[in-house]
């Protein structure tokens, strides 16, 4: 029986050849696609767009279509947002390095998976290798660490609480046999990232075990707030197993005080979770590393490398301190990694991960940490970092603009100020002048709301994540900002 045309394989010998012309159509199509966007987002609204890339599919159904390729990326190119637009700055959504790109095409045609060794007996060793040397980044003690490259930092925040967890109840959790002041409770900032509530309810302890604890004006976890909290939760009857602490929280990038958090966590017997998803980048960074100083005495650490770290998503990574606080989450299947596989030298990850099949995603980040040293990375840091303090300065000469705070990795928080000074007012045209920007297709600003009750707490934010881009893109943005705030008012 005949093969029909396009079923080549990327692999084997052969796969090179069958790649070649194809990558050249995807590398046509993206250029053809940016070329019709021209900026950031497609300009108009979220119906008729879902419906304009809806009939796209439609195309041709049913028959081969020899062209798909080109045509569906010309099409996903011309309706998508480009983080390596300046304009599109909304979130923690990084344009991705062209050799981690590159890095990434390698492991797709390959595809290997790292649930057993002989199905990617390189990227098992380079996993290994990689996640030793982002554990001497972060200043665990050499050898001892062990982790995994995640899909990011709702999976390792996860991983971390799940450890913390059978650390303390043995990973066998009986709450509806217990008395309700007797519950395991987990303590974040108000600022922390809803994965780790969602992380309490997915690990049978329910949204509620985690209690708040209140933030600074920069979102900074309060040190006595949180020294009271764990107290109050003792006095209660419930027993701490976790302290969360964010360094870099996503809409200010602040960075809670670490060496407090690890002295109180330690005076109460709780785990200590550093959520460094975005801020883990800043380790790189000589001027911006002392932010994280604390980070070596976790628990457990979380790192995202689409982040700060330019890598094509996914390529989260996570650690412990402790290779052997993984003993609960250790599996042993036969298919994959029998007893006598592993006695004779065959290592294996499967009891590092909550997935079965995982994608090798950690080798984007091998290439480009020894394409550009780390140093090289942390000058990317340092230009994004450079570029918000310029952003910051050029909001506060803005009389339209009011700036939140100072920039601490590479964000900046503002609004819009109408004429008035009305909070409800303010909000709105805030919230409008947004979606203006977006209908235009002319940027893409971020939106939140600060802590607290009450109108006057929504805030606009720029993610500045391009490396590339200048201070001249950024003024052109705030201009932008402006402009959509007076129409909207």
Same mark, same amino acid.
């Given at each position: 029986?005949?093969?029909?045309?396009?079923?080549?394989?990327?692999?084997?010998?052969?796969?090179?050849?069958?790649?070649?012309?194809?990558?050249?159509?995807?590398?046509?199509?993206?250029?053809?696609?940016?070329?019709?966007?021209?900026?950031?987002?497609?300009?108009?609204?979220?119906?008729?767009?879902?419906?304009?890339?809806?009939?796209?599919?439609?195309?041709?159904?049913?028959?081969?279509?020899?062209?798909?390729?080109?045509?569906?990326?010309?099409?996903?190119?011309?309706?998508?947002?480009?983080?390596?637009?300046?304009?599109?700055?909304?979130?923690?959504?990084?344009?991705?390095?062209?050799?981690?790109?590159?890095?990434?095409?390698?492991?797709?045609?390959?595809?290997?998976?790292?649930?057993?060794?002989?199905?990617?007996?390189?990227?098992?060793a380079f996993e290994t290798e990689l996640l030793a040397e982002l554990a001497e980044l972060v200043g665990f003690p050499p050898g001892e660490a062990a982790g995994v490259v995640t899909s990011g930092g709702t999976e390792s925040n996860l991983l971390g609480l799940m450890l913390a967890r059978d650390r303390t109840l043995g990973g066998e959790v009986e709450l509806n046999g217990l008395p309700a002041g007797a519950?395991?409770?987990?303590?974040?900032?108000?600022?922390?990232?809803?994965?780790? =509530?969602? /992380? #309490? !309810?997915?690990?049978? *302890?329910?949204? %509620? +075990?985690?209690?708040?604890?209140?933030?600074? &004006?920069?979102?900074?976890?309060?040190?006595?707030?949180?020294?009271?909290?764990?107290?109050?939760?003792?006095?209660?009857?419930?027993?701490?197993?976790?302290?969360?602490?964010?360094?870099?929280?996503?809409?200010?990038?602040?960075?809670?005080?670490?060496?407090?958090?690890?002295?109180?966590?330690?005076?109460?017997?709780?785990?200590?979770?550093?959520?460094?998803?975005?801020?883990?980048?800043?380790?790189?960074?000589?001027?911006?590393?002392?932010?994280?100083?604390?980070?070596?005495?976790?628990?457990?650490?979380?790192?995202?490398?689409?982040?700060?770290?330019? =890598?094509? /998503? #996914? !390529?989260?990574?996570? *650690?412990?301190? %402790? +290779?052997?606080?993984?003993?609960?989450?250790? &599996?042993?299947?036969?298919?994959?990694?029998?007893?006598?596989?592993?006695?004779?030298?065959?290592?294996?990850?499967?009891?590092?991960?909550?997935?079965?099949?995982?994608?090798?995603?950690?080798?984007?980040?091998?290439?480009?940490?020894?394409?550009?040293?780390?140093?090289?990375?942390?000058?990317?840091?340092?230009?994004?970092?450079?570029?918000?303090?310029?952003?910051?300065?050029?909001?506060?000469?803005?009389?339209?603009?009011?700036?939140?705070?100072?920039?601490?990795?590479?964000?900046?928080?503002?609004?819009?100020?109408?004429?008035?000074?009305?909070?409800?007012?303010?909000?709105?045209?805030?919230?409008? *002048?947004?979606?203006?920007?977006?209908?235009?297709?002319?940027?893409?600003?971020?939106?939140?709301?600060?802590?607290?009750?009450?109108?006057?707490?929504?805030?606009?934010?720029?993610?500045?994540?391009?490396?590339?881009?200048?201070?001249?893109?950024?003024?052109?943005?705030?201009?932008?900002?402006?402009?959509?705030?007076?129409?909207?008012?």
């Open positions: 029986m005949s093969l029909p045309p396009g079923a080549e394989l990327a692999g084997g010998a052969a796969g090179p050849d069958a790649l070649r012309p194809l990558l050249e159509l995807v590398l046509t199509g993206l250029a053809v696609g940016a070329e019709q966007r021209s900026g950031p987002i497609p300009a108009g609204l979220p119906g008729p767009l879902a419906e304009q890339f809806a009939g796209v599919l439609r195309y041709g159904r049913g028959e081969p279509d020899r062209d798909a390729l080109l045509r569906l990326t010309v099409h996903l190119a011309q309706g998508s947002a480009d983080p390596a637009d300046p304009a599109c700055a909304a979130h923690l959504h990084c344009p991705p390095l062209a050799v981690a790109v590159a890095a990434d095409l390698a492991v797709g045609a390959l595809n290997p998976s790292q649930d057993s060794w002989d199905q990617a007996p390189a990227a098992t519950r395991p409770v987990i303590l974040a900032s108000r600022a922390a990232h809803f994965s780790v =509530q969602r /992380a #309490a !309810a997915l690990l049978g *302890l329910g949204e %509620r +075990a985690v209690l708040t604890v209140p933030v600074d &004006r920069e979102l900074r976890m309060d040190p006595a707030a949180l020294a009271d909290t764990l107290a109050e939760a003792e006095r209660s009857g419930r027993t701490p197993i976790a302290v969360v602490a964010t360094a870099g929280t996503t809409d200010t990038g602040a960075v809670d005080p670490l060496h407090q958090a690890a002295d109180l966590a330690a005076r109460h017997g709780a785990w200590l979770h550093v959520d460094a998803a975005y801020g883990g980048g800043a380790l790189l960074s000589a001027r911006l590393a002392p932010l994280l100083d604390g980070i070596a005495r976790a628990d457990s650490v979380s790192l995202d490398w689409h982040k700060l770290g330019w =890598q094509p /998503a #996914a !390529a989260g990574v996570f *650690l412990a301190r %402790r +290779a052997e606080s993984y003993a609960s989450l250790a &599996r042993r299947a036969v298919y994959l990694n029998p007893a006598d596989d592993e006695q004779a030298g065959y290592p294996s990850l499967l009891g590092r991960s909550l997935r079965t099949t995982r994608r090798p995603d950690g080798f984007k980040l091998a290439v480009t940490l020894r394409t550009l040293g780390p140093d090289g990375l942390g000058r990317l840091v340092d230009a994004c970092h450079d570029l918000a303090r310029a952003t910051a300065r050029a909001v506060r000469a803005e009389p339209a603009l009011e700036l939140h705070c100072e920039p601490i990795l590479t964000t900046v928080v503002f609004r819009y100020l109408p004429d008035g000074g009305d909070p409800v007012t303010a909000d709105r045209v805030n919230a409008e *002048l947004r979606r203006t920007l977006l209908r235009e297709g002319r940027a893409v600003v971020g939106r939140t709301e600060l802590p607290g009750a009450g109108p006057g707490r929504v805030r606009l934010k720029l993610t500045l994540l391009n490396p590339w881009a200048t201070v001249a893109d950024t003024a052109r943005l705030l201009a932008d900002v402006v402009r959509a705030g007076r129409l909207s008012a």
